[in-house]
């Protein structure tokens, strides 16, 4: 059992940066491939990136965010750099013993973050 808690959502004015950080429960963290969703309104939820070994990312956000972990601390981390208004979502924090870019493939999910880009 995983329990994950997310952190670190805000407004921020486009071209901006913030960091969403994901604290995990349970000693078996390492086990986990770690990823990030994001649900805007009316949209389905949608993979950001995921990190297991090596990191994936969606096209949209390649180059702008980054997924990093610290298995010592229990922690996943998404730094996200030139915020575009489209960028605006809940962010999902979603663990898994497999790595992959569905969703549907993630059993443990935390609570969401809010991230509003104003234009």
């Known amino acids: 059992q995983v329990q994950l808690v997310e952190s670190g959502g805000g407004l921020v004015q486009a071209g901006g940066s913030l960091r969403l950080s994901c604290a995990a429960s349970g000693r078996t963290f390492t086990s986990y491939a770690m990823g990030w969703f994001r649900q805007a309104p009316g949209k389905e939820r949608e993979f950001v990136a995921a990190?297991?070994?090596?990191?994936y990312y969606s096209d949209s956000v390649l180059g702008r965010f980054t997924i990093s972990r610290d298995n010592a601390k229990n922690m996943v981390y998404l730094q996200m750099n030139s915020l575009k208004p489209e960028d605006t979502a809940v962010y999902y924090c979603a663990a898994d013993p497999r790595s992959s870019v569905s969703s549907n493939d993630y059993n443990y999910w935390g609570q969401g973050t809010q991230v509003t880009v104003s234009s």
């Open positions: 990190r297991s070994w090596k990191s």
